[in-house]
Antibody, heavy 122, light 107 residues
């Protein structure tokens, strides 16, 4: 069974850097895109961007371009979401998710990580 | 960007009822529309993709329809475990935006 396992909760102060991870199981990690979705407290889902670990092709939502960096290390089947300087407004649950079709950046997400809660507070 | 608007924002229905949730896209997205269910404290779960295709393992009481800009999620014979928030998502053009969500409560 394919799974995405995300890193644990983070508590950061404003201005600190942060990198969270999403590790895939199984042999097909490099054949699928991996997306990131933000959910602020009590709010809806926001599509942040997506990466193809096979060649690190990355697409960002304009809302998140320049605010975060999405990367991947295919050798360890892991995707990352990072901030150089977090703000209180970055407090949210972050999910990684995998589209249901091989090689498609636009297919529906059928596999989701458990989420990583990021709290930014002074 | 393509904007997705769901209605209603919330609703309450009784067990056995038929429930409909509407999603409208700001421009035509053909059939590239997905529906998710999210329960408190859980990751979203894919219910329907490509407007009307039921994801494997999802009960047949869930049904999707529509094309172009207007889409509907129908839940036939509502069950207690269907209490959740439902989101639509367009998968036509990046960014693949979600609707704002519809909270469904069981009376």
């Amino acid at each position: 069974e394919v799974q995405l396992v995300q890193s644990g909760p983070e508590v950061k102060k404003p201005g600190e850097s942060l990198k969270i991870s999403c590790k895939g199981s199984g042999n097909s990690f490099t054949n699928f895109w991996i997306g990131w979705v933000r959910q602020m407290p009590g709010k809806g889902l926001e599509w942040m961007g997506i990466i193809y670990p096979g060649d690190s092709d990355t697409r960002y939502s304009p809302s998140f371009q320049g605010q975060v960096t999405i990367s991947a290390d295919k050798s360890i089947s892991t995707a990352y979401l990072q901030w150089s300087s977090v703000r209180a407004s970055d407090t949210a649950m972050y999910y990684c998710a995998r589209p249901r079709e091989t090689g498609s950046s636009h297919a529906a997400f059928d596999i989701w990580g458990q989420g990583t809660l990021v709290t930014v507070s002074s | 960007d393509i904007q997705m608007t769901q209605s209603p924002s919330s609703l309450a229905a009784s067990v056995g009822d038929r429930v409909t949730i509407t999603c409208r896209a700001s421009q035509s997205i053909s059939h590239y529309l997905n529906w998710y269910q999210q329960k408190p404290g859980q990751a979203p779960k894919l219910l329907i993709y490509d407007a009307s295709t039921l994801q494997s393992g999802v009960p047949s009481r869930f049904s999707g329809s529509g094309s172009g800009t207007d889409f509907i999620l129908t839940i036939y014979s509502l069950q207690p475990e269907d209490s959740a928030t439902y989101y639509c998502q367009q998968s036509h053009t990046a960014p693949l935006n979600f609707g704002q969500g519809t909270r469904l409560e069981i009376k």
